[in-house]
């Protein structure tokens, strides 16, 4: 008799190998797989069951969604979801838009509300405050949060709330981030890299080891009952997202990120859209763990926990790096071209930045020729960041400024065609494939009103005086190095100057 062996091999051919060793070989193999198979499965979350057909709608359920600001197309039994869209604008026009929108949905047979405050204050946490004090909220178990630019896909609820069940102490599900215009120019390639280390490694690793990580303001699903515990949306930082991230953690509530669920949105497109972001997002933190450091310490979980909260959650990327980068890069290299007795080692200057940034750019192997530029370009936000950071940590003026990111409007129908066709990953595409029909959303009036009221201004570029005077500094430092024949310090300054020129006189796209 002849047996294909699991090998390739002929079973009555290869020095008499019998069937039974083969069969046991094939099992030795096939328990291997199954190991390997169990190791990678402890790496991603499984949800415990899915939700398959609507014969019975008590199995599903009760799902609030609120979108400050967008529109959504139901996954999930109409009878057992609403939808609040949840409108801050300050302006006529759009508010008329959305509530018209609003109206035609609603005929349509969806559950869906308007809502629109007239006491505008706590910025996106008191829209969200406010819109969980309602009376009919009490009646729903999840609420799912999307912000104006995010296009979940039609199985976003399907591939997200099956992971609640049987785990009573999970409070959040959270999705990753996909980017319809992460080619469309340097600086969303830029982002691109950053993000993509976020989600790849800080939330992945986080969610698996420690089942901790930060809530990212959008595209999460909270279980309602672990909201209310750890106190709701407060309106005391403008990191609202971390907030209730680490109060739901000190509670002892786990969390889930998903990698493989991609939620669509857009980047900012200009530098000093990105550039207001990112105070935000490094100011807050820094507010936040003032607010929050004493609660850390008597908090009943363990040290290795109130450890990674403290230094990577809070100081590392928020404190540390941005001082680093900013006091190593902008004033103690530039200072010892002048000074002939100090000097930095290579290793400091070079070898290892670009060890840190080949590391931030492994998620994202397509963006390894911006490796350089990447490396610059950190360097060069560092002012930013730490601007932010110190107004942060010491409550300046700037520390409770809250200025919405002004995005293109990229994630609409269109985009989000041309992103899935672009994109490999047959979830991207399954996740756009809805969007093909035609658009009857009247937000795209919005742009047009928008693109009114700028008509007759003129389009300008900005110039940022704390990057021009550092620029003149590097740059004289790397003229200083060239004739003490410094060489690696006068590339790395040189190049750095440049920087810092081409962000001060705002190289990249902007606004009207």
Known sequence: MTFQSPVGGVGGGRGGESLCQVIGNKGELLGTAAAELDESVKLRPVAAAGYVGRDNLEDYPMVLVQIPMCNEKEDWPKERMLIQVLDDSDELDAQLLIKAEVQKWQQRGVHILYRHRLIRTGYKAGNLK????????????????????????????????????????????????????????????????????????????????????GFNGTAGVWRIKALEECGGWLERTTVEDMDISVRAHLCGWKFIYLNDVKCLCELPESYEAYKKQQHRWHSGPMQLFRLCFVDILRAKVSFGKKANMVFLFFLLRKLILPFYSFTLFCIILPLT???????????????????????????????????????????????????????????????????????????????????????????????????????????????????????????????????LALALILLTASLRSLLSAQGIHFYFLLFQGISFLGVGIFMFASYP
């Open 337 to 467: 071209m002048f000074l002939p007795e100090a000097q930095l080692s290579a290793w400091v200057v070079c070898y290892v930045p670009g060890i840190v940034s080949m590391l931030n750019i492994l998620p994202e192997p397509r963006s390894f020729p911006f490796i350089v530029p990447y490396l610059l370009f950190e360097n060069t936000m560092s002012v930013t960041k730490f601007n932010a950071m110190i107004s942060g940590l010491f409550q300046l003026g700037s520390s409770y400024e809250w200025v919405v990111t002004k995005k293109l409007g990229r994630s609409s129908e269109a985009d989000l065609v041309a992103y899935a066709e672009k994109e490999s990953d047959p979830l991207v595409v399954e996740t756009t494939s809805l969007h093909r029909s035609s658009s009857e959303s009247g937000l795209g009036e919005l742009n047009k009103i928008e693109t009114l009221k700028k008509t007759g201004k003129k389009r300008r570029n900005r110039l940022y005086r704390k990057e």
């Open 130 to 213: 406010s819109a969980m004090s309602c009376d009919y909220v009490k009646e729903y178990e999840f609420v799912a949060i999307f912000d104006a630019d995010f296009q979940p896909g039609p199985d976003f609820l399907k591939k997200t709330i099956p992971h609640f069940k049987g785990k009573d102490d999970l409070a959040l599900v959270q999705a990753r981030w996909a980017f319809v215009n992460k080619d469309e120019n340097l600086l969303t390639r830029l982002q691109n890299i950053n993000l993509s280390f976020h989600f790849e490694v800080e939330q992945h690793v986080n969610s698996v080891f420690i089942n901790f990580f």
